[in-house]
C-alpha cells in the first residue's frame, strides 16, 4: 500500500503539468475531427440546430416568450453537453488510455484533467451559438455576466473530481459506462436544461436535490445577466471540497489496482 502522500505526489505533478493534459486533449480534437472542414464546429452546427427545433416548439408548448425561452435553451443546451460528456466518457476514461497507463511513467491525474479541457474547449465554440442568440434576443451584458468567469471554475473544479471517481469506478465495474449513459436521459428532463426554476408552475423542491441544477445555474445566471443564488455557490463549493477528498480516497486505494484492472 502506498502513501498518502504518493497520492498527493501524483494530483500535485498532475497540476503542475497541466500542458501535458492540454496536448492530450489537442491531440484528441485533432483526431476525431481529422479532414474535417468544419472540425469542433460541426458540434455548435449541431446545437444551433437542435436550438431553433426545440426554441420553437416547446416555447409553444410550455407557453413561454421565446426571446426568454431561447436564450434559457441554448445556454442549458451547451452546459449540458459539456457535463453529460465528461461523466459518460470518465467512466471508461483510464481503460481508454491503458496502454498509456501501462507503459508511460506519467501522473494518473493527467488523464481526467485532459477529458475535462477537451470538453472546455467543445463548450467554448459551442458557446458562439449563445453569443449569436443573444445578440438577436438582445440579452443585456453587465457586470453580472463577469460572474461567469468563477462560475465556470467552480464547475471545473466539480467536474475534475467527478472524472477521477467515475474513471476509477468505471475501471472497476466496466457497466458503469453503460449506465450512466442509460439514465443520462432522464436525467435531462428533469435538470433546469430548457428551463429555470423560477418558470416552473409547480414546486421546484425535487429540483433543488438535483446537482446538475446548481452546476447548470452557476454558468447559465450570468450568461443571461443575471447573479446566481447564494445557494448554488455554497453548494458548489461544498460540494468540490467534499467531493475532492473522495476523489483523493478513490485515487489513494486504486493507484497500484489500476494498471491491473484495465
Known amino acids: 500500500m502506498h502513501s498518502y502522500s504518493a497520492t498527493f505526489k501524483d494530483l500535485r505533478e498532475g497540476i503542475q503539468g497541466a500542458k501535458v493534459s492540454f496536448h492530450i486533449a489537442k491531440g484528441d480534437i485533432q483526431a476525431r475531427y481529422r479532414r474535417s472542414v468544419l472540425g469542433p464546429f460541426w458540434q ?14 416547446w416555447s409553444q408548448l410550455l407557453n413561454i416568450d421565446r426571446e426568454k425561452f431561447i436564450p434559457t435553451l441554448t ?7 459539456m457535463l453529460a460528456g465528461v461523466l459518460i466518457e470518465s467512466c471508461g476514461l483510464f481503460v481508454r488510455q491503458a496502454s498509456i497507463i501501462r ?8 488523464h481526467p484533467m485532459s477529458i475535462v479541457i477537451r ?14 442568440v443573444a445578440v438577436f434576443m438582445k440579452i443585456e451584458v453587465n457586470w453580472n455576466t463577469l460572474l461567469f468567469i468563477p462560475g465556470l471554475l467552480l464547475v471545473m473544479a466539480n467536474m475534475l473530481w467527478l472524472s477521477f471517481a467515475f474513471g476509477v469506478m468505471g ?11 442509460s439514465i443520462m436521459p432522464m436525467l435531462f ?15 421546484s423542491m425535487i429540483l433543488e436535490f438535483n446537482p446538475f441544477t446548481y452546476l447548470i445555474e452557476v454558468l447559465r445566471a450570468p450568461m443571461l445577466g443575471h447573479v446566481p443564488s447564494l445557494t448554488t455557490y455554497v453548494v458548489l463549493v461544498v460540494g468540490a471540497v467534499v467531493g475532492w ?12 489496482r489500476l494498471p491491473f484492472w484495465i
Open 75 to 81: 445556454a442549458g443546451l451547451i452546459i449540458w453537453q
Open 44 to 57: 455548435s452546427l449541431a446545437t444551433a440546430v437542435g436550438v431553433v427545433g426545440l426554441g420553437l416548439l
Open 119 to 132: 470538453y472546455v474547449v467543445n463548450f467554448a465554440h459551442s458557446l458562439i451559438v449563445f453569443v449569436i
Open 189 to 203: 428532463l428533469i435538470s433546469p436544461v430548457m428551463y429555470r426554476l423560477e418558470n416552473l408552475p409547480f414546486s
Open 171 to 181: 475501471a472497476r465495474y466496466r457497466d458503469l459506462e453503460y449506465g450512466v449513459a
Open 245 to 256: 477528498i473522495a476523489a483523493f480516497w478513490f485515487l489513494h486505494k486504486a493507484k497500484l
Open 103 to 110: 507503459n508511460v511513467v506519467m501522473p494518473l491525474s493527467v
